[in-house]
């Protein structure tokens, strides 16, 4: 049986400590009721002070929760929400594109699929939540590089693998793709990622019209696409489905 690490349960009470009863605490209050060391309590205050989890007042010495649990929190519950919201849409984007459709968000330097509804055929097929994809070569990586200046950085700052000969690597070329994205609406992968393989994605908006994830459909190249290109009837499938989604987190004007 696996031990726990006594660190990691030590500052877990001491959140959980400073997330009851008083607003803020000092030192020698969280080291008593942990029954901790003032030096150990303190060195672990310090850690978690460093990583935004907790923050110390300035005047009173006192410790609080810091900004960086809200803002985990806040994704979350922001995931789980554009899960739920979705759920609807992308079952009928998967009946009438008759493809696989998947939801994915920014994580760390790509792309987590939060959700993935089956192609409506009888072929056999593997559950992807919880996969992860690149950010510069998927058709929902693109999308989130192209809207989200965080994605945006991630795809530059990481290596950009040729995974075909179709792979744009370079960051000129790059930004030209993000750039052409912006002006449709919509990014492709036209087996940039995977031989035989097209996807095609759309951004995903809440109600402060921030990016929070996108949608789109993946399947064999020559069904998703006619004459080199993505056919039209599809796009418009995944971009109608991205705006009823982003509609459902309180966007405006999708």
């Given amino acids: 049986m696996a031990r726990n690490i006594q660190s990691l349960e030590r500052a877990a009470a001491m959140l959980r400590l400073l997330a009851g009863g008083e607003r803020r605490l000092g030192l020698s209050d969280i080291a008593s009721s942990l029954g901790l060391a003032k030096g150990t309590a303190h060195g672990i205050l310090r850690t978690l002070q460093h990583?935004?989890?907790v923050e110390q007042d300035e005047a009173s010495g006192r410790y609080q929760l810091g900004a960086e649990l809200l803002r985990l929190g806040t994704t979350y519950l922001d995931v789980h929400e554009l899960r739920a919201r979705a759920l609807v849409w992308t079952d009928d984007l998967a009946r009438s594109s008759g493809e696989s459709v998947y939801l994915g968000v920014l994580h760390q330097q790509?792309?987590?699929?939060?959700?993935?509804?089956?192609r409506p055929d009888d072929s056999r097929q593997v559950l992807e939540i919880g996969?992860?994809?690149?950010?510069?070569?998927?058709?929902?990586g693109k999308v989130l590089s192209?809207?989200?200046?965080?994605?945006?950085s991630e795809a530059l700052d990481s290596p950009r693998k040729a995974f075909t000969d179709r792979t744009v690597c370079a960051p000129e070329q790059f930004e030209q793709v993000l750039d052409l994205t912006r002006a449709r609406g919509y990014a492709a992968d036209?087996?940039?990622t995977w031989e035989g393989v097209a996807s095609i994605a759309a951004p995903?908006?809440?109600r402060r019209r921030m990016p929070v994830g996108a949608v789109g459909i993946a399947g064999?190249?020559?069904?998703?696409?006619?004459e080199g290109e993505p056919r039209p009837e599809?796009?418009?499938?995944?971009?109608?489905?991205?705006?009823?989604v982003s509609r459902d987190l309180g966007a405006a004007r999708f």
Wanted: glycine fraction near 4%; proline fraction near 4%; hydrophobic fraction near 50%.
């Fill in 146 to 152: 192209a809207y989200d200046p965080v994605a945006h």
């Fill in 234 to 244: 599809l796009v418009a499938a995944v971009r109608d489905c991205a705006r009823a």
């Fill in 51 to 53: 990583e935004g989890f």
């Fill in 190 to 192: 036209l087996e940039e």
């Fill in 110 to 118: 790509g792309v987590l699929i939060v959700h993935h509804v089956f």
């Fill in 220 to 226: 064999a190249v020559e069904r998703l696409c006619r």
């Fill in 131 to 140: 996969a992860m994809q690149p950010l510069h070569s998927t058709a929902l």
């Fill in 204 to 206: 995903i908006h809440d």
